[in-house]
């Protein structure tokens, strides 16, 4: 194997052609122990030859078809880049009720049980013959026909942190060899096209003490999602990475992103470097493909957004959230996750205490928003080829408790319900059923691993692939199987 030593690079930008160029020449250095084989290649038979930037770019003047060292022309390499899935892609947004919002008081309703497990609430028809959904879900009800509920949900756990983990990837937590998310596999296994991240978090959903949800895991940061932690709904949003300084010229910013594709690509194929340095560079590249893109950053910039639709979605941080969400998948993101709660003086969704003034607020937000979403997916003619998915990582007890700062409903892993709809997943349907009290799956139990397979496929994931971690070879989805109702 060829190794080579990189030397400090210090050349004008404007002296790189282009990538293919810089691929081609350096495949065409030599030094003393080198020969000239023909024109335009030259053979390396040192295997630590060590190659000076400066010569290297000096030496330019490829004609266009000679990417010849590597034995293919430009034309087979630009195809080879472009190949992907002949499918449509299917992108996703995911609306995460942190926390545990409850089932028993929005989706699985208990009408004639006693108060200390119906609640205050009571259930209300919706466009969906036969579904009742909690009264304080009016618009939501007006367009359920765009979405399908799973009652019979469970998970392995009732803790946060391990809870986001899980629905997140489909496996549970591992301090070791953590699994990846689903964002963070779609962006693997279909590479990303636009010039824009592949995979995007609004709003830091991390449990202090526990891995983030959804990252990169044992795959390594380069999969991690771009974090966006700034409030959508401020007069002041913006995203940092786009405030180019005065004194940094954009085309030298666009040349030096070419540069680094080209060192990185061919660093890639000629050296087996640490796992570590392969992610680093790869993640330092997606910043700075990111704070070049004219794309990405109309995307991120709601004041393009009438004033009707912005108030449409609420003026709040979830509200928001979901329109840039919808903005960022139609600029070609493929995978976003939106907190979905505002601040309501207790942790998300987690309601031990209060829980009806603390829903009071919430429902309406969520109602709104997800509505919202719904709809001018449909009206776009984008709900198809979006999957919107609504969950939190478990929902809450049957029995509400008598907590002394008011009422509240506490962990419970054993039943819980989600909605999923677009994406090509039907819609209008109930899947799975509760017992009386909400405790447990009585009809068609769905694991939190059987959701994510079920996303997997309609994304076109490969659940079974494997992928090298730590030199143990790791199933992307050891567990879980598709919910076929839904296809």
């Not at 699994?179 to 010039?195: D, R």
């Not at 085309?251 to 392969?278: C, I, M, P, T, V």
Request: charged share 20%; aromatic share 8%; glycine share 10%.
């Amino acid at each position: 194997m060829t190794h080579f030593r990189w030397e400090t690079i210090d050349l004008p930008l404007d002296d790189i052609r282009s990538e293919y160029e810089v691929e081609a020449i350096m495949h065409s250095r030599y030094d003393k122990d080198s020969q000239l084989t023909s024109p335009g290649r030259r053979h390396l038979k040192n295997s630590s030859a060590k190659i000076n930037r400066r010569e290297l770019f000096s030496m330019g003047g490829l004609a266009i078809g000679s990417v010849s060292p590597i034995g293919l022309t430009l034309e087979e390499v630009l195809a080879s880049e472009e190949t992907g899935p002949s499918r449509t892609p299917i992108n996703v947004i995911f609306m995460f009720l942190q926390g545990g919002a409850s089932h028993l008081d929005m989706y699985d309703m208990k009408e004639t049980m006693p108060a200390e497990i119906r609640g205050k609430y009571h259930p209300a028809p919706t466009s969906v013959s036969g579904l009742q959904l909690c009264e304080k879900l009016p618009k939501l009800a007006s367009c359920a026909n765009h979405f399908s509920l799973i009652r019979s949900m469970h998970s392995y756990t009732s803790k946060h942190g391990e809870g986001d983990v899980h629905i997140m990837c489909g496996s549970e937590l591992d301090k070791n060899l953590q699994a990846p998310g689903i964002g963070a596999v779609l962006s693997q296994q279909q590479k990303q096209q636009a010039p824009i991240p592949p995979f995007v978090h609004v709003g830091d959903m991390k449990h202090p003490a526990y891995t983030a949800p959804g990252f990169g895991g044992y795959m390594g940061r380069t999969y991690d999602p771009y974090l966006i932690n700034q409030d959508p709904s401020s007069k002041n949003f913006s995203v940092k990475e786009f405030e180019t300084g005065a004194v940094m010229d954009v085309s030298r910013l666009a040349g030096r992103k070419h540069l680094l594709k080209s060192l990185d690509r061919y660093q890639a194929n000629r050296e087996k470097q640490l796992e570590f340095a392969q992610s680093h560079n790869r993640f330092s590249q997606r910043a700075l493909e990111l704070s070049t893109s004219r794309k990405a950053k109309q995307a991120f910039d709601l004041s393009q957004e009438p004033e009707k639709i912005r108030n449409a979605y609420g003026n709040n941080r979830v509200g928001q959230g979901m329109l840039l969400a919808r903005r960022l998948v139609e600029a070609g993101v493929r995978f976003v996750t939106v907190q979905g709660y505002v601040d309501t003086g207790i942790y998300a969704w987690d309601h031990h205490w209060g829980i009806y003034p603390h829903l009071e607020q919430q429902l309406p937000i969520y109602d709104n928003s997800y509505s919202a979403l719904l709809t001018d997916l449909a009206d776009r003619g984008m709900l198809d080829t979006t999957l919107v998915i609504t969950a939190g990582e478990f929902g809450r007890t049957p029995k509400i408790n008598s907590e002394k700062r008011g009422p509240g409903r506490d962990h419970w892993g054993q039943c819980f319900s989600l909605t999923l709809g677009g994406g090509g997943v039907k819609t209008g349907r109930i899947i799975g059923a509760s017992d009386k009290n909400g405790a447990v799956p009585t009809d068609r139990p769905v694991s939190v691993a059987d959701f994510v397979a079920t996303v997997y496929h309609a994304l076109g994931i490969d659940a079974k692939a494997k992928y090298l971690a730590q030199g143990r070879s790791m199933t992307m989805l050891p567990h879980g199987n598709i919910v076929r109702e839904l296809f």
